[in-house]
């Protein structure tokens, strides 16, 4: 599995701009990048995902390099409620196992009222 | 239902007994995943089920855990002589295949092993 390095935590101020940023150098061509976040005493929940254009949902948005080594997600108002830890994982969709969903240690963001 | 449903919500197990978790996935979802989340700690991933296709069981920690899936739908963990080590909460996910395969949790099953 292709791996994802992300810094362990993050602060932010409340209704701030998040840019919370995942390195992925050895990605492949069939390699999708996912982000998920997990709240705290809940399972994870999809945020936003991305194979080469940046995307934008209700959520946030996700910035991907042109050569896509990295990736940002991008939360544009930070609230009380978005303090979780945040997953980018890369996803291969193609080959008998595609689909396999692996989660690394991801960030810890902390917002500040 | 419309979620990822798992039971029960809560176990509480002597060491060396056995325990069944369930997951009801979403209907129409040919991948169905396990992790494991020790307290503080990132989820784990235990097991990989794909449509009709020998399961990935590359995380399964040892060989008292198993899993399997009845009918594509419905799965269960089974954790044979339980350990102390082995509490944690219990993760199961669903997602339909494909690029816009957006996996969805269940609520997780606590198990406390005593």
């Known amino acids: 599995d292709a791996k994802t390095t992300q810094p362990n935590s993050m602060e932010s101020n409340e209704e701030e701009p998040v840019h919370l940023p995942c390195n992925h150098s050895t990605i492949s061509g069939t390699d999708y990048i996912h982000w998920y976040r997990q709240l705290p005493s809940q399972g994870p929940e999809y945020v936003i995902h991305g194979l080469t254009s940046n995307v934008n949902n209700r959520m946030a948005s996700l910035a991907i390099a042109e050569d896509r080594k990295s990736s940002t997600l991008i939360l544009h108002r930070a609230t009380l409620r978005d303090a979780a830890v945040y997953y980018c994982i890369l996803r291969d969709y193609s080959g008998e196992y595609g689909n396999k969903l692996v989660f690394g240690a991801g960030t810890i963001l902390r917002v500040k009222s | 239902g419309a979620g990822v449903s798992q039971s029960p919500s809560n176990k509480v197990t002597e060491k060396g007994k056995d325990v069944e978790l369930r997951c009801d996935p979403i209907s129409g979802h040919t991948a169905l995943y396990w992790y494991r989340q020790s307290l503080g700690q990132g989820l784990e991933f235990l097991i990989y089920f794909q449509g009709n296709s020998a399961p990935d069981k590359s995380g399964l920690p040892s060989d008292r855990f198993s899993a399997e899936r009845t009918g594509g739908s419905v799965s269960t963990l089974t954790i044979q002589r339980t350990q102390q080590e082995d509490s944690a909460v219990y993760l199961c996910?669903?997602?339909?295949?494909?690029?816009?395969?957006?996996?969805?949790f269940g609520q997780g099953t606590r198990l406390t092993v005593v």
């Open positions: 996910a669903s997602s339909a295949r494909g690029e816009g395969g957006e996996a969805f």
